[in-house]
């Protein structure tokens, strides 16, 4: 079975800045796309920014410039380093990756359980 396990989350105040980070364990081939979505109150999980195993990012138009997603292979973690924070970027923001469980096997879509990020004006 495999977790992911988000931390980081927290208060900040506007203008300020929080790094998450998202650590996978269990029995693990390899792990394509890593990424970080939030959910607005009412509304459907939204992709912030998604990193290829080969490093290729992409973000968000409304935290293109602020946010920045990075990966650590070798200790299968995701970084998602939050710059500029605003009181809309309040919200719970989950880890997500598509996982290899064998060589030959599927891909699996697997989520952390969420940490939240208030940002207060």
């Known amino acids: 079975q495999v977790q992911l396990v988000e931390s980081g989350g927290g208060l900040v105040q506007a203008g300020g800045s929080l790094r998450l980070s998202c650590a996978a364990s269990?029995?693990?081939?390899?792990?394509?796309?890593k990424g970080w979505y939030r959910q607005p109150p009412g509304k459907q999980r939204e992709l912030v920014a998604v990193?290829?195993?080969?490093?290729?990012?992409n973000s968000a138009d409304s935290v293109k410039g602020r946010f920045t997603i990075s990966r650590d292979n070798g200790k299968n973690m995701v970084y998602l380093q939050m710059n500029s924070l605003k009181p809309e970027d309040t919200d719970v923001y989950y880890c997500y990756a598509a996982v290899r469980l064998r060589r030959y096997g599927n891909l699996v879509a697997v989520w952390g359980q969420g940490t939240p990020v208030t940002v207060s004006s």
């Open positions: 990193i290829s195993i080969s490093g290729v990012a």
């Open positions: 269990g029995t693990i081939f390899a792990i394509n796309d």
